[in-house]
């Protein structure tokens, strides 16, 4: 029996990385702004950004991503309020169906995040570090990386920017009420533990501000988020944590009763167990990193 091979269709592949970043800005940054002949994909990670390209200017969400095509001016700073965090990819692509997906907020979903998050792992796995540093202007392989990073890494910016593609196309054609529902329903929900971050809300009060049973919200978390409701809204009070300690305007006792925390040696032991770290150990770290990137 004679079989005959099929020549995969791919309309869209990722052709060269440019650089992968991710960044811990202070409050108070500002990127003066560039163009360049790749595509870049901007992700607010914590917090919102500010971020200008040509003649247009918008605020990114936290959880969302915008893509500045080839030869688009483009900068990006902090609301002058809080320390924001953000992944940058630059990369080249000949997909065409990019265009439709620029110029516009792009929100994530849980899948979406992960993919994201993989992205990033695989860099590590491929490429040496650092990865906060802004003047990086090419990648240096690792001498032992993990066999098929790079590939990794492409595959899941490819299936990340598809994701994107798909849904667009589908919200062209006819719009999915129940998962639009639910979306809005989730960003309105995380748009609340951001607003209430220092205050100490518990799974029962989230329930009853959108009216939701504690079953149908953990359910709608694990499913969007990846994760219980609770252990968002804790990450969220570290994150902001990291935020003021970088704002450097309150010392650590002052972040723990701000941020709801019963003692300061409550607070140090979340943080630690959050991030590895002890609150002065972060900070001497966003200390060290400052001064290296200032001289």
């Not at 709608?220 to 252990?231: E, K, N, P, T, Y």
Request: hydrophobic share 40%; glycine share 4%.
């Amino acid at each position: 029996m004679h079989y005959q091979t099929t020549t995969l269709i791919c309309p869209l592949r990722i052709s060269q990385i440019v650089s992968v970043h991710y960044f811990e800005y202070a409050v108070d940054f500002s990127f003066a702004g560039e163009a360049h002949d790749f595509w870049e994909l901007v992700y607010a990670d914590r917090s919102e950004l500010i971020l200008s390209s040509d003649a247009m200017a918008l605020r990114l969400p936290q959880g969302s991503l915008f893509l500045h095509r080839p030869m688009e001016f483009h900068n990006v700073r902090s609301d002058g309020k809080c320390a924001p965090n953000s992944v940058i990819v630059a990369f080249c692509c000949d997909c065409e169906a990019l265009y439709a997906l620029s110029g516009r907020v792009l929100h994530c979903n849980a899948e979406q995040k992960e993919l994201l998050g993989r992205l990033i792992a695989e860099a590590k796995q491929a490429f040496q570090p650092p990865f906060d540093d802004p003047y990086t202007d090419r990648l240096e392989r690792l001498d032992k990386p993990k066999f098929g990073s790079e590939q990794a890494l492409g595959c899941y910016l490819e299936l990340l920017l598809l994701s994107f593609v798909r849904m667009q196309k589908s919200y062209a054609k006819s719009a999915d009420q129940d998962f639009l529902k639910k979306e809005n329903r989730l960003q309105e929900i995380l748009s609340f533990l951001a607003d209430q971050v220092e205050e100490n809300l518990t799974l029962r009060n989230i329930c009853a501000r959108f009216s939701m049973s504690e079953s149908a919200l953990q359910k709608l978390f694990r499913q969007q988020v990846g994760q219980g409701v609770m252990q968002y809204y804790r990450m969220l009070k570290i994150e902001r944590a990291k935020a003021l300690i970088r704002e450097k305007r309150l010392n650590f006792s002052e972040i723990a009763e701000r941020l709801g925390y019963s003692s300061i040696h409550y607070f140090s032991r979340h943080f630690k167990n959050s991030t590895g770290m002890t609150p002065s150990e972060y900070a001497g770290s966003v200390k060290a990193r400052s001064h290296i990137e200032q001289n």
